[in-house]
């Protein structure tokens, strides 16, 4: 989710860069040199931050060294006036450092060490450059302006990591608690909480009695040729994001990791399922919740009591089904109800779809494929045979012509509302299950 501050600090940045040649090219001559910042930065760190020595070990030093090269890439970035950095928020990585730095148990204040001898070690190297810098005038400007941006810039990263820090740790410990899981596990099976230790949780978490709740459940949506990245990370970023887009001021939750997705139990003072769906749909939530992948969501139907909420789990799986790239975002109550039938209709359905289905729905057969096609838009322009032909780029006679084939070959009348109804139903069916048979 975008940060207006962000965009704010990094605009000013990028405008007090260009007026600032010098030390615009100061910035731009350490591009290649992420190695060294690096290693100096982190031998810094081993001597000075016992808690940061204590940590460090092949895969810490892999990631350390991977999050000062993004660091410096960002910080190119500012000055060129182009923030290249990909996705939505340019200090998402920063954000992603803080969650595997929660995780890996590394302390905050290490990970706030190491930003204050970053900031060190770039001051340090500034002035080593402009010191040797023949007109000494415009090097103290330059060095000046430097100063301040290196102190901006590392505090706001600062504050960026405690904050994503702070969050994925409290979820780290929410989610270690058995108090935690077994109120959710309870509560999605209609079980009222009864014990003090979950009427607390569920009072800490906003969840009060007599609000209205609804549930969402949301999983990442991976490219079909996409190369999977860790499960695990993305379904944490997916979490973080619900946090920062239900405030604990409007909403209440309760978040949890299950299924290879998150579900999310909501309450707020009123018409919960759809505010739900709004602050995501304002947040662009959907376009990006993590690593660059895209996600659905399903969300139910507001309940009052806790005894409905397995129907509204069972809803928001249902929306989540129905749920893809073109409407990534889907309430209960938006499903296509004709579709939820055809899609969850039974074996003694399938086992009623006619043989002529079967014919049209053939690949091989050119002659099938145009009459499909045509009663299909037949049915979209309203029976209409002119806005039929013109949409498929024919003549008024060839679709009078494969009309009549049609009712020829299957002896409905595609004319008839009943007919047209019955001939898509079938069709509609045989795409959904086109394995079933009527000996099955």
Known sequence: MRDSRSDALIHRWGERFQKDALATGVVAGLRDRSNEIWQHAFELMQRESPEYRNSVDEEFTKESKAHCHELLGLIISITSGIVRHAGPDPFEFVRTHAEWRARRQVPLIASLHAYRLAHRTYSEISQDILSRHENSKDAIRSLTMLSDFWIQFFDYVGAVLAEAYAVEDGFIVAQGTRSYISLINNILLGVQPSDP??????????IRPGAPMAVAVAKPHWPENGNHVDLEVTLRSIVRLFEQILPPTVFGRLIDIRNSGVTAIVSSDGDTGRSLLQ???GSGFAGRPGNGHSARVGVSLDVVDIAHLPRALE?????????????PLLHFSDIDLPELLVRRADHVAVRLIPEWARHFNSTEDELSQELSRTIRVFADSSFNVKQTAQRLGVHT??????LNRIKKLTGIDPRTYS???????????????GNGSRNS
């Not at 047209?420 to 299950?433: F, G, M, V, Y």
């Open 197 to 206: 230790e979950s009427q607390r949780l569920c009072t800490l978490c906003g």
């Open 397 to 402: 006679n060839t679709v009078y012509f494969r």
């Open 279 to 281: 602050a995501f749909q």
């Open 419 to 433: 007919g047209t109804s019955l001939l898509l139903t079938a069709l509609r069916l045989l795409e959904i299950h």
């Open 315 to 327: 809803e928001a799986q249902i929306a989540l089904e129905f749920a893809g790239v073109a409407q």
